[in-house]
C-alpha cells in the first residue's frame, strides 16, 4: 500500500479564468468578486423577506400572522427531513439548501404575490366579471407564475453551483425545498387570513375556517407545492446528466418539466371548479398516484446512484487510493452509517463528520468517473478529480478504520469483477495515479 498519493506530473491544461499564460493574475472586475455577488443575492432575498412580511402581515393583522406562523411551520421540519434524507447519498452543502427555501419563500413568495394580484385586476377590470377573473387567476395565472418563479432557485443553483447539481436527485433536492419554503410563506397567509374570518364571525373548534384550512393545506397536501415543483427539478436534473454538447435537450428538459409543473398545477387549483366533490376526486386520482410515483422514482434513482458507486470506485481501489472494502462500504447506506458512528463514538463528532465528508467526497469521486466514462464530464475533469483525491487522502486517517468496522460488520465483500480501460469524455489520457507505469484505467 502506497503511504503517500501517488501523483504523477500533470499534462498543461489552460489556465484558471483571470491568470493568463504567463501566470500574472489580470485584475478582476469588481462585479465579479464572490463577496460582490454574495452580497447582492443576501440583500435581495432580505429585502424581499421584509416586503412579503409587511404585505402578510397588512392582510392577516398582527394576531393572524402569528397564528398563520405557529401553523405553518408545522410541516416545515417533516419536508426539509424528507428531502435531506433523499440526498444522503450524495449530500449537497447546506447552502444550497438554505438559498433555495429562503428564495421560495422570499422572492419567489413576493413575485407570485405582486404579479397574481395586478393579473387578477386586470382580467377583473377587463371582463367586468371578478368571479371569472377569480378563476382565471387561480388556474391559469397562478400556476404560469408561481412555477416560474420557484424554477427561478433551481435554475441559479444548476448554473452557479453546477459542481453540486449532478443528477436527478439534486434537482428533487432544490426544486423541493424551494417549494417548501414558498409552501410556508403561502400557508401563513392563507391560515392567518382564515383565522381572521373566524374572529369576525365567531366560530371556533373544528367548525372554524381555520380548521378546514389547516387541514386542507397542511394535513392532506402538506407535498402539493414540492410535487409541482420536483417535475421541474426532474427536467434540470436530467439535463444535469446530459452531455454539454446536446444543447438543445439540455434546454428543452427542464422546460418540459416546468410545463408539467404548470399543468398539475393548474388542475389541482382548478379542482374546485369540478363540482362539490371535485378536490377529492383530483387529489384521489391525480395527487395521490403522482406523489407515490414520484417518491419511486427517487428512491430507484437513489439505489442507482448507490450502484454507480459501487461499480466506479474499485478502479480507485486497485490503484491504492482506497481499500478494498470501501466500494462496498460506500455503495451501502447502512455501512455507512455505522462508519461514522464508530467514529464518532471513538474519536468525537469531529472524526464523524470527517467520515461524513471521506464518504461525500467518495461518492463524488464515483459520479465524476461515471460521467467520464459516458463522455458527460466537464471541461474540469481532470482538475475535480484531483481535488477530490486530495481531499480523501487527507481524511485517510481517520475514515479507514471505521470503513473498515463497517465491512466488517455488515456482508462478506463481493469479488471485484475486471474493469476495463477508457478515455475520458475529451478525449484525454487521465493522470490517474497507479502503482505500476502500465496501469491507466482511462486509457483508450
Not at 470501501?326 to 464523524?352: D, I, N, W
Request: proline share 8%; net charge positive; with cysteine.
Amino acid at each position: 500500500m502506497a503511504t503517500s498519493p501517488p501523483y504523477p506530473a500533470y499534462p498543461a491544461y489552460p489556465p484558471p479564468p483571470g491568470i493568463p499564460a504567463g501566470g500574472t493574475r489580470r485584475h478582476t472586475h469588481w462585479w465579479r468578486r464572490k463577496w460582490v455577488r454574495y452580497g447582492a443575492l443576501i440583500t435581495l432575498l432580505a429585502l424581499s423577506g421584509l416586503v412579503i412580511l409587511a404585505l402578510v402581515r397588512e392582510q392577516t393583522g398582527t394576531e393572524g400572522f402569528l397564528v398563520g406562523l405557529g401553523l405553518a411551520v408545522l410541516p416545515v421540519p417533516l419536508l426539509i427531513a424528507a428531502f435531506r434524507w433523499l440526498d444522503r447519498v450524495e449530500p449537497g452543502p447546506w447552502r444550497n439548501l438554505t438559498f433555495a427555501f429562503a428564495w421560495g419563500a422570499c422572492a419567489a413568495a413576493l413575485i407570485a404575490i405582486v404579479a397574481n394580484s395586478f393579473a387578477t385586476r386586470w382580467i377583473a377590470t377587463a371582463t367586468a366579471d371578478p368571479s371569472s377573473a377569480d378563476t382565471i387567476g387561480a388556474t391559469v395565472i397562478a400556476p404560469v407564475v408561481e412555477e416560474s418563479a420557484k424554477a427561478a432557485a433551481v435554475l441559479l443553483v444548476f448554473l452557479f453551483r453546477r459542481r453540486d447539481f449532478t443528477g436527478i436527485v439534486d434537482g428533487v433536492v432544490i426544486a423541493g425545498v424551494t417549494a417548501t419554503g414558498f409552501a410556508f410563506t403561502e400557508n401563513i397567509l392563507y391560515l392567518g387570513t382564515a383565522f381572521g374570518t373566524d374572529q369576525l364571525s365567531g366560530e371556533d373548534g373544528i367548525a372554524s375556517v381555520t380548521a378546514a384550512t389547516f387541514f386542507v393545506r397542511v394535513i392532506m397536501s402538506p407535498f402539493a407545492h414540492p410535487l409541482f415543483t420536483v417535475l421541474t427539478g426532474i427536467g434540470f436534473g436530467i439535463a444535469a446528466l446530459s452531455a454539454e454538447r446536446q444543447h438543445i435537450r439540455r434546454v428543452l428538459l427542464p422546460f418540459a418539466g416546468l410545463l408539467l409543473a404548470m399543468g398539475m398545477h393548474a388542475l389541482w387549483n382548478g379542482s374546485s371548479t369540478f363540482g362539490t366533490y371535485g378536490f377529492f376526486a383530483v387529489y384521489a386520482a391525480f395527487m395521490v398516484p403522482a406523489f407515490g410515483l414520484l417518491t419511486w422514482l427517487v428512491i430507484w434513482t437513489r439505489q442507482r446512484e448507490l450502484g454507480t458507486v459501487r461499480a466506479e470506485l474499485p478502479a480507485y481501489a486497485m490503484a491504492g487510493w482506497l481499500t478494498v472494502p470501501e466500494p462496498f462500504v460506500l455503495g451501502s447506506m447502512k455501512a455507512r452509517r455505522l462508519a461514522r458512528e464508530y467514529a464518532t463514538y471513538h474519536g468525537g463528532r469531529p472524526a464523524g463528520r470527517a467520515v461524513a465528508e471521506y464518504e461525500a467526497y467518495a461518492t463524488s469521486l464515483a459520479f465524476l468517473r461515471h460521467r467520464g466514462r459516458r463522455g458527460r464530464a466537464g471541461a474540469d475533469f481532470v482538475v475535480r478529480e484531483r481535488e477530490l483525491l486530495h481531499e480523501l487522502w487527507a481524511r485517510r486517517e481517520l475514515a479507514r478504520p471505521a470503513l473498515a468496522y463497517a465491512a466488517r460488520s455488515t456482508a462478506p465483500l463481493p469479488v471485484p469483477p475486471p474493469w476495463p480501460a477508457y478515455g475520458n469524455a475529451y478525449g484525454q489520457a487521465s493522470p490517474f495515479p497507479a502503482y505500476g507505469p502500465s496501469y491507466n484505467p482511462y486509457r483508450n
